[in-house]
Antibody, heavy 120, light 107 residues
Framework: QVHLVESGGGVVQPGRFLRLSCAASGFTFTDCAMHWVRQAPGKGLEWVAIISFDGSATYYADSVKGRFTISRDDSKNTLYLLLDSLRADDTAVYYC?????????????WGRGTLVTVSS | SYELTQPPSMSVSPGQTASIPCSGDKLGDKNVCWYQQKPGQSPVLVIYEDSQRPSGIPERFSGSNSGNTATLTIFGTQAVDEADYYCQAWDSATSGVFGGGTKLTVL
């Protein structure tokens, strides 16, 4: 059974950084790309970033490019997102999602999310 | 950047058919996925590769994609289908794109 558990959210001041983690289990982690998707309060889904199955390729939404970094540790079956230079409009629930393919497939399993609040 | 457009809301009577459109430039050339999200819950994949249903998704969920429009169709809509629905595709610049979402009300 696929299980994705995000952690690391919280309240952070503008301009600071935060690192989110996503612990994965129940599938072969190294077979799948992984994603971060966020949802601001009362708003829709926004795709944030993807990392390929082997970590060789990463892509980002324009809104976070140059500020966020996605990475993975296959030895720990864990996905990460480093959020830097945070802004108020980065406030959202951040979801980790598994890709059905090595890259650019469907997001077939999602975690429960972790809330990031950027506020002074 | 690529955009996907959905109506913000739709309503359907129980037992009727709901058709939720998603439009984008040459969307028919891309693979489209659909996600269902109920209040306070994480999204769930209900359609992938335009028309494929993951295991566990009821047969009343169907998808199509042609030209500039993809459509999620729910046949015999039930009260439990009341949710937000999002379409999603990959644009040529290798970025993921979600539609703005459609709030489906069953009444």
């Amino acid at each position: 059974q696929v299980h994705l558990v995000e952690s690391g959210g919280g309240v952070v001041q503008p301009g600071r950084f935060l690192r989110l983690s996503c612990a994965a289990s129940g599938f072969t982690f190294t077979d799948c790309a992984m994603h971060w998707v966020r949802q601001a309060p009362g708003k829709g889904l926004e795709w944030v970033a993807i990392i390929s199955f082997d970590g060789s390729a990463t892509y980002y939404a324009d809104s976070v490019k140059g500020r966020f970094t996605i990475s993975r540790d296959d030895s720990k079956n864990t996905l990460y997102l480093l959020l830097d230079s945070l802004r108020a409009d980065d406030t959202a629930v951040y979801y980790c999602a598994k890709d059905s393919h090595p890259i650019f497939g469907a997001l077939d399993y999602w975690g429960r999310g972790t809330l990031v609040t950027v506020s002074s | 950047s690529y955009e996907l457009t959905q109506p913000p809301s739709m309503s359907v009577s129980p037992g009727q058919t709901a058709s939720i459109p998603c439009s984008g430039d040459k969307l028919g050339d891309k693979n489209v996925c659909w996600y269902q999200q109920k209040p306070g819950q994480s999204p769930v994949l209900v359609i992938y590769e335009d028309s494929q249903r993951p295991s566990g998704i009821p047969e009343r969920f169907s998808g199509s994609n042609s030209g500039n429009t993809a459509t999620l169709t729910i046949f015999g809509t039930q009260a439990v289908d009341e949710a937000d629905y999002y379409c999603q595709a990959w644009d040529s610049a290798t970025s993921g794109v979600f539609g703005g979402g459609t709030k489906l009300t069953v009444l």
